[in-house]
């Protein structure tokens, strides 16, 4: 491959969609999406300019935010909107699902193993490519938090 970057198969599926939609062979789209492939998790804007500064590559912010659109559009790179906080986060052997607190909106990212295995085994004539799961409810510090306000007010309705 040109520019001197590594092979791999989501450089790959770039130049293949680069190459069906005529968009040009840009170092920087390659550059930004092995940056994207490198950071575990998910990550918004700042933190992805703030990875690639510690790189010393130097690029644009409204460079970053067209790539990261044509990576959307090219199946490399999911959009998660959890309230008012945009996340992304790379598709390709990337199995995460998203616990989601609903008093304190913390999110907290794991796995599911065995997940496409069973929805390819159930749902036949479904080929995945990646999943995206969001599971709400409280996260640990926020159930407790009730719990404990729930008790103070029961106790307070038993007093005489």
């Known amino acids: 491959m040109k520019n001197n ?9 770039l130049a293949d969609y680069l190459r069906e939609n ?20 998910s990550f918004d804007i700042d933190t992805l300019l703030k990875h690639m500064e510690e790189k010393k590559f130097r690029v644009s912010r409204a460079t970053v935010y067209n790539t990261i ?5 090219a199946n490399l790179v999911t959009h998660h909107q959890f309230g008012n906080k945009s996340r992304y986060e790379k598709c390709l052997d990337n199995e995460k699902c998203h616990l989601i607190c609903t008093k304190c909106a913390r999110i907290t990212e794991t796995t599911i193993h065995n997940l496409k295995e069973t929805i390819t ?16 409810g409280l ?3 926020c159930h407790q938090a ?6 103070k007010n029961s106790s307070k309705k038993t007093e005489p």
């Open 139 to 141: 996260c640990n510090k």
């Open 69 to 73: 659109t044509l990576l959307i559009n």
């Open 121 to 136: 085994t159930d749902i036949k004539k479904f080929h995945l490519t990646h999943y995206s799961l969001y599971i709400y």
């Open 22 to 41: 005529r968009l040009r062979r840009t170092p920087e789209r390659f550059r930004i999406l092995n940056m994207i492939y490198s950071i575990d998790g």
């Open 146 to 151: 009730m719990r404990r306000r729930q008790k």
């Open 5 to 13: 970057l590594p092979e791999s198969p989501v450089t790959q599926m």
